[in-house]
Nanobody
Framework: VQLQASGGGLVQAGGSLRLSCAAS????????MGWYRQAPGSQRELVAD???????NYMDSVRGRFTISRDNGKNTVYLQMNSLKPEDTGVYFC????????????WGQGTQVTVSS
């Protein structure tokens, strides 16, 4: 099982980016999916997650600016990021709970988001 993230880049403050993360390989079920970020010198923190049924959580600082969504048919989770701020800069990792023989947590490789002021 692999999670392939894409969509990061360099953007000016106030701009937008859309991240995508697709799961591939052999598995029977994907439960929760989410996005985390890690700024230099900081711990990885949850940005947003979404259950298979569509229940969503956001960290306070991104609520109203970021939108998480998923396409279960494509095994893909998205993060639409609007009104980006310099403090949103970091490496963004996708995460998914995936069942093969049992449920395990998988991580994507990370995609860099840099917001310039």
């Amino acid at each position: 099982v692999q999670l392939q993230a894409s969509g990061g880049g360099l953007v000016q403050a106030g701009g937008s980016l859309r991240l995508s993360c697709a799961a591939s390989g052999t598995f029977s079920y994907i439960s929760g999916m989410g996005w985390y970020r890690q700024a230099p010198g900081s711990q990885r923190e949850l940005v947003a997650d979404i259950s298979r049924g569509g229940s969503i959580n956001y960290m306070d600082s991104v609520r109203g600016r970021f939108t998480i969504s998923r396409d279960n048919g494509k095994n893909t989770v998205y993060l639409q990021m609007n009104s980006l701020k310099p403090e949103d800069t970091g490496v963004y990792f996708c995460n998914a709970e995936i069942r093969r023989n049992y449920m395990s947590t998988y991580w994507g490789q990370g995609t860099q988001v840099t917001v310039s002021s």
